[in-house]
């Protein structure tokens, strides 16, 4: 079992800068891949960006350059610093672990203001 919080959500203008941290009740080291979705109203949920516990990572297209995942094994954390956020970014955003099945944690709204 592995229970996720995430935090670090809220509002922000266009350009801003947010970081979400998702913390695992579990030592993230044995999870294989951890990862950040979003799902905007009226879309179907998306990969954001994940990373594996062997250090490889993937982003979607449309956040290259502009998010960076990381992930702190000593504080069971991932986190995702999200800059030059644009309005089309306004989602909730759900931390995700890969751990024999895959774990949600309750999600995070972020709202990107024009």
């Known amino acids: 079992q592995v229970q996720l919080v995430e935090s670090g959500g809220g509002l922000v203008q266009a350009g801003g800068s947010l970081r979400l941290s998702c913390t695992a009740s579990?030592?993230?080291?044995?999870?294989?891949?951890m990862g950040w979705y979003r799902q905007a109203p009226g879309k179907q949920r998306e990969l954001v960006a994940r990373v594996f516990s062997g250090g490889g990572i993937n982003y979607a297209e449309f956040v290259k350059g502009r998010f960076t995942i990381s992930r702190d094994n000593a504080k069971n954390t991932v986190y995702l610093q999200m800059n030059s956020l644009k309005p089309e970014d306004t989602a909730v955003y759900y931390c995700?672990?890969?751990?024999?099945?895959?774990?949600w944690g309750q999600g995070t709204r972020v709202t990107v203001s024009s």
């Open positions: 995700n672990a890969f751990y024999a099945k895959d774990y």
């Open positions: 579990r030592s993230i080291s044995s999870i294989s891949v």
